[in-house]
């Protein structure tokens, strides 16, 4: 958001922001209108069409939850639950 001031008082109050108040600023900057407005629908945007995987430059999702370091039990309960099951296959599907 300071960016929008120009780029000296963007780096100025960004430091003073994370030297001083360690993120924990005592106020908070206001957008001139919220962020859902700020979006384009779907259609006025050009697809992406994603290649395959190919093994080397780009991995599989096994590959990449591993390169993450992320570390789970085996048996380890799924900590994310739906309240009601049927909600995704009858608004998605």
Not at 19 to 25: N, R, S
Not at 42 to 63: E, H, M, N, V, W
Request: aromatic fraction near 8%; proline fraction near 8%; include cysteine.
């Amino acid at each position: 958001q300071w960016f929008k001031k120009g780029r000296t008082v963007a780096t100025l109050m960004t430091g003073i922001e994370q030297l001083v108040f360690k993120g924990k600023m005592p106020w908070t900057l206001r957008h001139s209108k919220p962020d859902h407005a700020c979006l384009q629908p779907a259609s006025q945007c050009a697809r992406i069409d994603y290649p395959k995987t190919d093994g080397k430059l780009t991995f599989d999702k096994l590959s990449s939850v591993f390169i993450s370091n992320t570390n789970h039990d085996e048996n380890e309960p799924v900590h994310l639950t739906l309240k009601d099951p049927s909600v995704p296959v009858q608004v998605n599907l």
